[in-house]
C-alpha cells in the first residue's frame, strides 16, 4: 500500500535561509508525487507534482522537490524562505490507483 | 463550477446529532474525495469515490461514518450520532480521475460538536 511520511511536523527557518520539508514515500510501483501547501485558514492548492518525467521539478513561489528512487525521498526546498511562506505543507503519493495518500503535514514558520 | 464548493461552511451541533456534510466537485471530475483534519494535524483518509460507486471505504472511522454520491457529482458525508471527538475540518476533494492528476479541494466545512 502507498504511503509518505513527512520528517518533521513543525520546521522553523529565518527569513532568507533554506527551507528543506523531508517527505519519503512507499509504493510498490513508480509513484507519481505532490506537494500540496495550506496556508493559514485556507484550502490545500498545489505546488508542485511528479509523474515521472524530469526528477527535479519546479513549482509555484520559487520551490523545488527533487525525486529520488534509491532514498525513496521527494524533498521539497526553497533556496531563500519568505515570510510569506509561513504554511502547512503536506506531500502526497498516488500510485496505481487514483486515489492518493497524504502526509501528516509540516508547518513551517519563518522567522524576522 | 468553478472549483469545489463545500457546505455548509460551518455547522455547530449537540452530541448525539446527526449532521449532513455536502460537497458539490468541479463539474466533469469522476472522482471525489473526503478527508478529515482535526485542528492542527494532518490529513485523514475517509471514502474516495470513482463515479458513484466507492471502491475505498478503509478510511471511515465508524459506523457512525457514511457517504454517498449520486449522478457522479455532488456527494454528501453523513455522520449519525456525533460524538465530540468528531470536531473537525472536513474537506471534500476532486479529480479527473486519472493517475496523476491533482486533486482540487474545496473549502471545508468546520464542524463543532457541542
Not at chain 1, 1 to 21: D, K, N, P, R
Not at chain 2, 22 to 32: N, V
Request: proline residues 4%.
Amino acid at each position: 500500500a502507498q504511503s509518505v511520511t513527512q520528517l518533521g511536523s513543525h520546521v522553523s527557518v529565518s527569513e532568507g535561509a533554506l527551507v528543506l520539508l523531508r517527505c519519503n514515500y512507499s509504493s510498490s510501483v513508480p509513484p507519481y508525487l505532490f506537494w500540496y501547501v495550506q496556508y493559514p485558514n485556507q484550502g490545500l492548492q498545489l505546488l508542485l507534482k511528479y509523474t515521472s518525467a524530469a526528477t527535479l521539478v519546479k513549482g509555484i513561489n520559487g520551490f523545488e522537490a527533487e525525486f529520488k528512487k534509491s532514498e525513496t525521498s521527494f524533498h521539497l526546498t526553497k533556496p531563500s524562505a519568505h515570510m510569506s511562506d509561513a504554511a502547512e505543507y503536506f506531500c502526497a503519493v498516488s500510485d496505481k490507483h487514483d486515489d492518493m495518500r497524504f502526509g501528516a503535514g509540516t508547518r513551517l514558520t519563518v522567522k524576522p | 463550477g468553478a472549483g469545489v464548493s463545500q457546505s455548509p461552511s460551518n455547522k455547530v451541533t449537540e452530541k448525539g446529532k446527526d449532521v449532513e456534510l455536502r460537497c458539490d466537485p468541479i463539474s466533469g471530475h469522476t472522482a471525489l474525495y473526503w478527508y478529515r483534519q482535526r485542528l492542527g494535524q494532518g490529513l485523514e483518509f475517509l471514502i474516495y469515490f470513482q463515479g458513484n460507486s466507492a471502491p475505498d471505504k478503509s478510511g471511515l472511522p465508524s459506523d457512525r461514518f457514511s457517504a454517498e454520491r449520486t449522478g457522479e457529482s455532488v456527494s454528501t458525508l453523513t455522520i449519525q450520532r456525533t460524538q465530540q471527538e468528531d470536531s473537525a475540518v472536513y474537506l471534500c476533494a476532486s479529480s479527473s480521475g486519472f493517475r496523476g492528476h491533482e486533486q482540487f479541494f474545496g473549502p471545508g466545512t468546520r464542524l463543532t460538536v457541542l
